[in-house]
């Protein structure tokens, strides 16, 4: 997970409505300069995007995100998912993530999660929700007692707050939805979708 977090400064958080915009999304984000795509379980045709992406774009790195249950780490994984992103996490759900084999981002925002999560061996976070949790300044202040852990902040960032997340040395990459906004993807405007992806790759 360590190394997921450096395949971009941005991880793209997509909700796809219609498994048809999929793969072009994906494309669009890969020639900008995205290698990866995190494709949220959030509607019903989430799994189907996972899948075709996984089969058509191979050389983007997709991910299904908002896991919050053992039978959907199951299907994500079927699907074609190539790592986990949990908005959260209980003990059931992080035992499902690992009996996936997957890597798997998990999320946390306070201390005594990140703790426990570190114990179990797990040292790439998602820092969600972020900007409602403290933003920059909690990350900042975490960074000395916790100097082995990395985050993905998700939640709030947007491109004009991307770069102050990104400065600090505890910070991977961030996530961010507004390279595939709802507007975007339902005109099927994926040249956008390459352009916001392009500025997106300079801010690292």
């Known amino acids: 997970m ?3 977090l450096t395949l971009s400064p941005v991880m793209p958080v997509v909700v796809i409505d219609d498994a048809d915009d999929a793969v072009p999304t994906a494309r669009a984000l890969l020639a900008g300069g995205v290698g990866v795509i995190e494709l949220t379980l959030r509607t019903p045709a989430a ?3 996972i899948e075709r ?22 299907l994500a994984a079927s699907a074609g998912a190539q790592f ?3 908005p959260g996490c209980t003990d059931a759900l992080l035992d499902a993530a690992f009996a996936t084999g997957l890597p798997f981002l998990p999320g946390a925002s306070t ?18 929700p ?14 000395g007692p ?36 709802e507007k975007l993807l ?3 405007d994926f040249d956008e979708v390459r352009n916001l992806a392009a500025e997106a790759a300079t801010l690292r």
Do not use: M
């Open 2 to 4: 360590t190394d997921l």
């Open 47 to 49: 799994l189907a995007a």
């Open 53 to 74: 992406v996984a089969v058509e774009v191979p050389d983007i790195v997709v991910g299904a995100g908002t896991v919050t249950s053992e039978e959907q780490a199951k």
């Open 84 to 86: 986990l992103v949990t």
């Open 111 to 128: 201390v005594s999660e990140a703790l426990r999560l570190a114990e179990r061996g797990l040292t790439a976070l998602k820092f969600f």
């Open 130 to 143: 972020a900007e409602a949790s403290g933003g920059t300044a909690f990350l900042k202040s975490i960074a």
């Open 146 to 181: 916790l100097p082995d852990l990395r985050f993905c902040p998700t939640g709030g960032v947007t491109p004009d707050s991307a770069r102050s997340y990104l400065a600090l040395p505890n910070v991977g990459c961030v996530g961010g939805s507004w390279l595939t906004p």
């Open 186 to 188: 339902s005109t099927k």
